[in-house]
Nanobody, 121 residues
Framework: QVQLVESGGGLVQAGGSLRLSCAASGSIFSVNVMGWYRQAPGKQRELVASMTSSGRTNYADSVEGRFTISRDNAKNTAVLQMNSLKPEDTAVYYC???????????????WGQGTQVTVSS
């Protein structure tokens, strides 16, 4: 089992910045992907950004150039730095982790409890 704990959400004005952190604990294998998803009211959960344990990143088009994901493999932590925030970024943000076996996903998705990000106009 893997436990994920997020922190850092809150209320910010448009154009501002927020930093989300995720700490993972439990049975974590070395080859994994950590990422951030978000879900706005009435919408499906969507990928925001992810990063493999080898450093490969993937961003949603809507956040490319504004958000940056980073991670510390030794500490099993991931950070999402969000700049130039827009009202449409308002959502509950969830940390996610899954393991890999070669190029394939192995095992379940693990999720944090979510943290609210609200961007006012």
């Amino acid at each position: 089992q893997v436990q994920l704990v997020e922190s850092g959400g809150g209320l910010v004005q448009a154009g501002g910045s927020l930093r989300l952190s995720c700490a993972a604990s439990g049975s974590i294998f070395s080859v994994n992907v950590m990422g951030w998803y978000r879900q706005a009211p009435g919408k499906q959960r969507e990928l925001v950004a992810s990063m493999t344990s080898s450093g490969r990143t993937n961003y949603a088009d809507s956040v490319e150039g504004r958000f940056t994901i980073s991670r510390d493999n030794a500490k099993n932590t991931a950070v999402l730095q969000m700049n130039s925030l827009k009202p449409e970024d308002t959502a509950v943000y969830y940390c996610n982790l899954y393991h890999m076996s070669g190029w394939l996903k192995s095992g379940p998705d693990y999720w944090g409890q979510g943290t609210q990000v609200t961007v006012s106009s």
